[in-house]
């Protein structure tokens, strides 16, 4: 009986179809990769409080949310224009030596604020306010107190202003006058309604932007909210594509060991891209704060955003790397064969020299000594 060997050309389609698989696996492995992570770490509030919560005691985001604070108060109070009507006469001229003091007192009862037990409860609540509101912007879902126009998303804290200025009156109450008494406010009122009651407490008129912070401007939110749909609806889909492309392509391929360090190469790649991806999002983020004293907080946030990716796509690196090691090394390459005959060698020897040490002069004596006697 003959056997009909395969012809060359049925050879080389398998060939090139698992070549192509393997660059099917690739793109797929990031894409899926990037999904997983989208959705477990960015959009999913139990991991997002456990990663964001804690950078409310960071030195870095205090100070850099203590000067914004200090600095939307100092407009509200205008402590300048209040000393001279309050003082009398030529005794205006003091007014701005004086309003210094006053900026100083405000600035240390802030940071005071935002070093004490108060500050953790509005972060934490803060925190989880704005990641709802930020997944509902990616999602094209707008909450309260987020407003898209012009191309800018806009993140309103009047509220956390509200109780830093209460904290503030509660040590000197005749700072913004004797008489006011100023509303009570929760991240669930609506923004512009707590910006009119604040407005009508103090008698003052408050521009739109008081107590906001541009948080996107420009074509980053349509481009943020292409990726999270995109990624909602085909995250399953590029995973079942990663392993299904990494199986056809071993079942198809006529050298399945190469096509699996290919595959092993592939998911390198992916590894060393993915964290070069992040990376980059993490600069450019970083690059979108003007305010250079604010961009070591944003890079802090970022960073405990980021990090797991990073720190996933260097463990599976090491982890394929060291597969593709075993694979290599068990591989019929001539080298490796010679490598496995030495392993096995010096194995053996090993074990030979193990097995001959023992107990010494036992061996060959048994039963000479008191055996022999005089015969009678």
């Known amino acids: 009986m003959t056997t009909t060997r395969p012809s060359h050309g049925y050879q080389r389609v398998r060939r090139v179809v698992a070549a192509v698989l393997v660059v099917v696996f690739g793109f797929s ?10 959705g477990r770490t960015t959009l999913n509030d139990e991991v997002w409080a456990d990663r964001v919560t804690p950078l409310g005691r960071d030195p870095a985001v205090q100070h850099a949310l203590a000067t914004w604070t200090t600095d939307q108060l100092l407009d509200l109070l205008d402590s300048e224009g209040l000393l001279r009507d309050a003082l009398p006469g030529r005794a205006a001229i003091l007014a701005v030596p004086l309003s210094g003091a006053i900026d100083d007192f405000v600035a240390d009862r802030v940071d005071r604020f935002f070093a004490g037990e108060r500050f953790e409860e509005l972060w934490t609540l803060a925190a989880t306010q704005a990641h709802t509101q930020a997944v509902a912007i990616l999602r094209d879902d707008m909450p309260l107190g987020v407003t898209v126009d012009d191309d800018r998303v806009v993140l309103d804290l009047v509220p956390i202003l509200d109780a830093v200025l209460t904290d503030i009156l509660g040590a000197v109450p005749g700072l913004v006058g004797s008489d006011v008494e100023l509303p009570e406010v929760s991240v669930n009122d609506l923004p512009d309604d707590v910006r009119a009651r604040l407005a009508d407490a103090l008698d003052i008129e408050l521009d739109d932007d008081f107590g906001t912070i541009t948080l996107y401007e420009g074509d980053d939110v349509a481009v943020a909210q292409r990726a999270v749909a995109f990624f909602d609806r ?21 050298r399945r060991r190469r096509t699996l360090l290919q595959l092993l190469g592939a998911a390198v790649l992916g590894a060393v891209a993915l964290r070069l991806v992040a990376f980059t999002l993490q600069d450019h983020i970083v690059a979108m704060v003007q305010v250079a004293e604010n961009q070591a907080a944003a890079a802090v946030i970022v960073s405990s955003l980021v990090g797991p990716l990073t720190d996933a796509a260097a463990v599976a690196f090491w982890l ?42 036992t061996t060959g004596t048994t039963g000479t000594t008191g055996t022999t006697g005089t015969k009678r």
Do not use: K, M
Request: net charge positive.
């Open 320 to 361: 394929i790397a060291a597969v593709g090691a075993v694979v290599v090394v068990s591989g019929p390459y001539p080298w490796a064969v010679r490598l496995r005959g030495r392993a096995v060698a010096a194995a053996r020897r090993a074990e030979q020299t193990t097995g001959t040490t023992g107990p010494t002069g």
């Open 234 to 254: 085909f995250v399953v889909a590029l995973t079942l594509v990663t392993v299904a492309a990494a199986g056809a392509a071993l079942a198809i391929s006529p």
């Open 29 to 38: 492995f990031v894409g899926a990769a990037t999904g997983i992570w989208l």
